[in-house]
């Protein structure tokens, strides 16, 4: 069996080939032109690589469902050119994928930057809902709203270039990397990990960011160990583009300061002598990265329990699911365990059926058995598990064929309402 590659990412070199490395990572709907005014101040001192996440910026459109698969990609980029150490800055997504490697590969990075990062971005709900806008609009909804995302009013007033400058690259990135991205932002949540980050660390928010502010940020200095907290007036989530002189300042200031030593010592490698001088780091035993499985009874039915939980959120959502097991008591408490270890542990995790025929087939038996808030919310779950509303349709009309029109009918009007609400960009 011939061994998959993991594929490379679009990138660009900036400053003197024999400087260390620093990384600089986009955010959602970006492209690497949004370190544009950055990188001339940042290249005097350093190697400015920047990277294009897949499908934006015309990078080809391999997509990545989870942050750690984009810095995956990265490090296997970075392992093709020959760099082992490096430092980081990244913006949202693109800082996800900082503290991504900064947990998972410590040896790896020397200082970080996290800009308008958070160690979990908002609810796993909110970001498959606006997978679901893309999937059932395209970006053009997305792509004309980012703007009031990403600038204050008054910036995005002021520059009308910028502005469109960001509704293109929205709109010319591929749709289904897009939603891999949100699917990847979804499940995102290193909040019980951020004390494990041991590089120093600036932490930068623009006071008026509505997305990943100052109270996010606020959250990340307190959990990383060596972590300092610089806050931009007058700027909103894409802090780089509408402050980018305060935001050059402090990354210059941070990074000239805050490099830790590579393992010979030196402030950080070069992409030429990177492979010659740098020793990978030991690799860590398993033994040390989990425990072993627990095999008894209660271990098995813990096992299930997690699993079943984590599956049970994802297509239902954690609102639903929050409100099952808020409203369980001592009585339905048992029934609540049952549900999810049996139904989402076990027979919604096996393997014989993706995510998508299992909907197919909730659906179905649902409309069949007429239990219409539980099909409500499968249908809400469908749509964001990657069902279109076409094909959401096409299983209705199979239900009318074999449920009967009556139930169908009942069907179509509530998954009607679903997807009116779930195709909708949020406000």
Not at 170 to 196: H, M, N, Q, S
Not at 263 to 279: C, R
Not at 288 to 314: I, Q
Not at 405 to 426: C, D, S
Request: with cysteine; net charge negative.
């Amino acid at each position: 069996m011939s061994e998959t590659k993991t594929p490379a990412l679009q990138f660009r070199f900036d400053g003197p080939e024999h400087a260390p490395v620093l990384i600089v990572g986009p955010s959602l709907g970006t492209t690497w032109h949004m370190w544009d005014r950055q990188v001339p101040e940042l290249a005097r001192q350093w190697r400015v690589l920047r990277w294009d996440l897949p499908g934006h910026g015309g990078a080809p459109a391999y997509p990545a469902g989870s942050v750690a698969e984009l810095a995956a990609r990265l490090l296997a980029t970075l392992d093709g050119l020959g760099v082992h150490r490096f430092g980081y800055a990244g913006c949202a997504l693109g800082g996800a994928v900082g503290l991504e490697l900064a947990l998972r590969h410590p040896g790896r990075v020397a200082s970080l930057a996290l800009i308008a990062a958070s160690p979990r971005f908002g609810t796993p709900d909110e970001f498959r809902q606006r997978g679901v806008v893309v999937r059932s609009n395209g970006l053009e909804l997305i792509a004309r709203s980012s703007p009031e995302r990403w600038f204050t009013g008054g910036f995005a007033a002021a520059q009308p270039a910028i502005t469109e400058w960001a509704v293109q690259m929205v709109r010319t990135t591929d749709p289904g990397c897009y939603i891999a991205a949100c699917e990847a932002l979804a499940g995102f949540d290193v909040r019980a990990e951020l004390g494990r980050i041991g590089v120093p660390t600036l932490v930068l928010a623009g006071s008026d960011d509505q997305v990943t502010g100052p109270a996010e940020a606020r959250t990340l200095v307190a959990g990383i160990p060596d972590a300092r907290l610089a806050v931009v007036p007058g700027a909103s989530h894409l802090v780089p583009v509408e402050q980018p002189a305060a935001v050059t300042d402090l990354l210059v200031r941070h990074f000239s300061s805050a490099w830790q030593a590579g393992p010979e010592g030196s402030a950080g490698p070069s992409v030429s002598s990177v492979s010659q001088n740098v020793s990978r780091p030991r690799a860590m035993p398993i033994a040390e990265l989990a425990p072993a499985p627990d095999r008894s009874a209660a271990g098995h039915h813990a096992d299930l329990y997690d699993t079943g939980l984590k599956v049970r959120r994802e297509v239902l959502g954690d609102a639903y699911v929050d409100r099952a097991l808020d409203e369980a008591d001592e009585f339905s408490d048992d029934f609540q365990q049952l549900v999810t270890r049996h139904a989402w542990g076990d027979v919604w995790s096996r393997p014989g059926l993706d995510r998508r025929s299992r909907s197919c087939v909730a659906l179905g038996a649902l409309v069949a058995g007429g239990h219409w808030e539980e099909f409500a919310a499968h249908t809400r779950g469908a749509l964001r598990g990657g069902l279109t509303p076409d094909e959401i349709r096409e299983v209705l009309l199979q239900t009318a064929v074999h449920c009967g029109l009556p139930a169908a009918n009942r069907a179509f009007a509530i998954a009607r309402q679903v997807v009116r609400e779930e195709t909708m960009p949020q406000e």
